[in-house]
């Protein structure tokens, strides 16, 4: 079972948006100038919109435009270089929106991530003068069917930012009724009720440790143990929960595994260049998250080899092998 629930924080059940799109060729129609509706990747806040486009480009083939700001409130450039974390926020949102308008899944339907792997080019991350053009290239593999509703798919991305490769990617995710995800769910699927149980917010450690400016943004407290942490679950957080949610979101287990490769990886800053991501179980807010990090050698790039692990209750609910590289 993933730990990485995606649904949407307000939706209308089987709505599909620019239902022509995906069958007109993108010379019949001139391109969107502005952000796809914010609940087709279940977001509240329009500003967390970075998908401004989309369009087949053949059989199980799509095109995906997105735009980046040039400094975000949460996902902002350290060493004037983006913050990777953009590229996985993206390729979530274009996730759900490709479930919604290509493949009909209704918009009140849990979407899960499975496994996560990219491997980027850390210097295609260089902030510019403007707003940096992602232009992300999907392809569906292994699409599986209950019915007449998409219950399954693994996604290839080739990613450009201005043009130049800036990553490839692969993300398996599932989706579900909210009738199956209330029955695997049970108790935690009351959202008042999961929240109402969380706990306190746990101290965080210094920001620099963890490649941030600013003490809200930490998502790991300490313990005493190197290369060991609390996880730091702050539902307030306005990007990171950005609605209501009955467990931590994947997001929050792919920013912990963020910051606490910097903060292994010692002085300097480096950057998550690679990193593979499975989603084991749901991350509850009623009882401590801990993660680990143990060093795993280096790669044939010389890049530092972490191990990841999120656990609760003594259990993975998120485990990640990440390349560190350097970035001077």
């Known amino acids: 079972m993933a730990s990485a629930t995606l649904t949407a924080p307000s939706t209308t059940a089987g709505h599909r948006p620019f239902a022509g ?31 401004t486009d989309w369009r087949r480009a053949g059989t199980d083939a799509w095109v995906v435009s997105a735009q980046w700001p040039r400094a975000h409130s949460f996902y902002s450039p350290v060493d004037g270089l983006h913050d990777p974390m953009l590229l996985v926020e993206t390729m979530r949102q274009a996730s759900i929106l490709l479930s919604h308008v290509a493949h009909g899944v209704p918009l009140d339907h849990p979407i ?29 593999h292994d699409l599986l069917y209950r019915g007449d509703r998409l219950a399954s798919a693994r996604q290839l991305y080739r990613v450009l930012c201005d043009g130049t490769e800036l990553a490839s990617a692969e993300l398996h995710f599932s989706c579900h009724s909210p009738a199956v995800y209330r029955r695997l769910r049970g108790e935690y699927s009351d959202l008042q009720r999961a929240n109402a149980r969380k706990l306190d917010l746990a101290e965080p450690v210094t920001p620099r440790l963890v490649a941030r400016d600013r003490t809200g943004d930490v998502v ?5 143990h190197a290369n060991r942490w609390q996880l730091r679950v702050n539902t307030a957080h306005p990007v990171l929960f950005d609605h209501p949610v009955d467990h931590a979101p994947g997001m929050l287990m792919m920013e912990a595994a963020r910051q606490a490769a910097h903060a292994a990886a010692g002085p300097g800053f480096s950057l998550p260049a690679d990193m593979t991501c ?51």
């Open 220 to 224: 790991l407290s300490p313990t005493g």
């Open 278 to 328: 499975s989603f084991r179980r749901y991350g509850e807010l009623d009882a401590p998250c801990w993660v680990a990090v143990t060093p795993a050698g280096r790669d044939a790039c010389d890049r530092l080899l972490l191990d990841i692990t999120v656990r609760q209750n003594g259990r993975p609910v998120f485990t990640a092998r990440a390349a560190s590289q350097s970035i001077r």
């Open 21 to 51: 799109r995906e069958h007109t060729s993108l010379s019949d129609l001139p391109p969107l100038t502005t952000t796809v509706p914010r609940q087709y990747v279940h977001r509240t806040a329009v500003s967390e919109v970075f998908l």
């Open 112 to 140: 899960i991530w499975q496994d996560l792997h990219y491997s980027l080019v850390p210097e295609a991350l260089r902030v510019t003068g403007t707003p940096a053009e992602i232009e992300l290239h999907i392809t569906d």
